[in-house]
T-cell receptor
């Protein structure tokens, strides 16, 4: 069993739809990162959070430490949001990252 | 300001050879972390260097090593290459340690081992 689980693995949405990607983790972490990877490989860090909620444009990330769960929401989705979204938990005790397997999002015009 | 620069972008090696990859972080960033990405295993943490010291290492054999220079540039080395080492190797830099700070990734070095 992976320390970090993401769902869904694949997601197809119509342009304009509200999207939620979930991330659950089984290890104690001090921070959770959400990453975006477009075809071709480049990775962009979207959020780093250790509690509560962060918002950047149409993207919102939340984390519930007690429930060991984080969500990434995309409002008013757009085809340019099509990418793989990866969550990564950072464990302070071992200074170690644990990565989810990614959610492949396709937004259709 | 310049982003994170990785060189080379693409390289092909044969089994048994060794390879050195370079990562130049954003100016002022003291942490460089390295990751391996493969279709089968996804993203995996290799190691992190902060102020020239290795802070931690992921679950990789001793063939994978790295170092960081006084200007924060980092190199990683893989010796005795195996076919399974074919991957995209990414580095990321951050001002503070990687876990607690936003990461800026390089474009990656794609290694093919024949």
């Amino acid at each position: 069993k992976n320390e970090v689980e993401q769902s869904p693995q694949n997601l197809t949405a119509q342009e304009g739809e509200f999207i939620t990607i979930n991330c659950s983790y089984s290890v104690g972490i001090s921070a959770l990162h959400w990453l975006q990877q477009h075809p071709g490989g480049g990775i962009v860090s979207l959020f780093m959070l250790s509690s509560g909620k962060k918002k950047h444009g149409r993207l919102i990330a939340t984390i519930n430490i007690q429930e060991k769960h984080s969500s990434l929401h995309i409002t008013a989705s757009h085809p340019r949001d099509s990418a793989v979204y990866i969550c990564a938990g950072y464990q302070n005790t071992g200074n170690q990252f644990y990565f989810g397997t990614g959610t492949s999002l396709t937004v259709i015009p | 300001k310049a982003g994170v620069t990785q060189t080379p972008r693409y390289l092909i090696k044969t089994r048994g050879q060794q390879v050195t990859l370079s990562c130049s972080p954003i100016s002022g960033h003291r942490s460089v972390s390295w990751y391996q990405q493969t279709p089968g295993q996804g993203l995996q943490f290799l190691f992190e260097y902060f102020s020239e010291t290795q802070r931690n290492k992921g679950n990789f054999p001793g063939r994978f090593s790295g170092r960081q220079f006084s200007n924060s540039r980092s190199e990683m080395n893989v010796s005795t290459l195996e076919l399974g080492d074919s991957a995209l190797y990414l580095c990321a830099s951050s001002f503070g340690t990687s876990g607690a700070n936003v990461l800026t990734f390089g474009a990656g070095s794609r290694l093919t081992v024949l």
